[in-house]
């Protein structure tokens, strides 16, 4: 390929965009990459069909965010019934032995599955954190969507995570605009 000074600057999402991977292709990342040094990817998001699951996707997370504030509430009454801090290591114990709160863990667990199936990744469920799998220039990066935010209008390198988020149209990265 010729490189000139006025090249135009690659898509977010050039190449396969959108392409479904099928359970036998995995897309493993470098050793940079979180959970176990390997992530697989079932699916490949363009910025349209990111913000077109989104409306799909809210009911869940607004679920996930309640069931959270649930849980809060029966740490608080466990510690209050029991006698203890909140921060204390016996706690757990007496939240686990109410019963509640394991249950509502489990429907947690339950609600990621269903957004992971999706092919995006539940990266911060206390905070609705969600992101999709994208390709810009020849390296898979997130689109990053946070709840309350009206649409996808940022992305991250896998290992820069949520603290390294820039706007889709930051031209800081390498001197390739982000689109």
Same mark, same amino acid.
């Given at each position: 390929m010729i490189e000139s000074a006025t090249r135009e600057k690659p898509p977010l999402l050039a190449g396969e965009e959108g392409r479904r991977y099928n359970r036998h +292709?995995?897309?493993h990342m470098s050793s940079e990459t979180k959970a176990n040094n390997e992530a697989k990817f079932t699916r490949l998001f363009?910025?349209?069909e990111a913000n077109a699951l989104l409306p799909a996707l809210r009911p869940t997370i607004e679920e996930m965010l309640r069931i959270f504030g649930e849980i809060r509430t029966e740490i608080e009454k466990t510690a209050e019934t029991s006698g203890l801090p909140v921060g204390s290591p016996d706690l757990?114990?007496?939240v686990e032995e109410r019963g509640i709160a394991p249950r509502l863990f489990e429907r947690i667990r339950s609600l990621? +599955?269903?957004i992971h199936?999706?092919?995006c990744l539940v990266n911060g469920p206390e905070a609705g954190l969600i992101d999709?799998?994208?390709l810009y220039a020849n390296e898979i990066v997130f689109l990053c969507w946070k709840f309350g935010e009206p649409g996808v209008a940022y992305w991250?390198?896998?290992p820069d995570g949520f603290a390294g988020r820039r706007p889709l149209l930051d031209s800081s990265i390498e001197g390739d605009g982000v689109h």
């Amino acid at each position: 390929m010729i490189e000139s000074a006025t090249r135009e600057k690659p898509p977010l999402l050039a190449g396969e965009e959108g392409r479904r991977y099928n359970r036998h +292709e995995v897309i493993h990342m470098s050793s940079e990459t979180k959970a176990n040094n390997e992530a697989k990817f079932t699916r490949l998001f363009t910025m349209e069909e990111a913000n077109a699951l989104l409306p799909a996707l809210r009911p869940t997370i607004e679920e996930m965010l309640r069931i959270f504030g649930e849980i809060r509430t029966e740490i608080e009454k466990t510690a209050e019934t029991s006698g203890l801090p909140v921060g204390s290591p016996d706690l757990p114990k007496h939240v686990e032995e109410r019963g509640i709160a394991p249950r509502l863990f489990e429907r947690i667990r339950s609600l990621i +599955e269903d957004i992971h199936a999706n092919g995006c990744l539940v990266n911060g469920p206390e905070a609705g954190l969600i992101d999709f799998p994208a390709l810009y220039a020849n390296e898979i990066v997130f689109l990053c969507w946070k709840f309350g935010e009206p649409g996808v209008a940022y992305w991250h390198r896998i290992p820069d995570g949520f603290a390294g988020r820039r706007p889709l149209l930051d031209s800081s990265i390498e001197g390739d605009g982000v689109h």
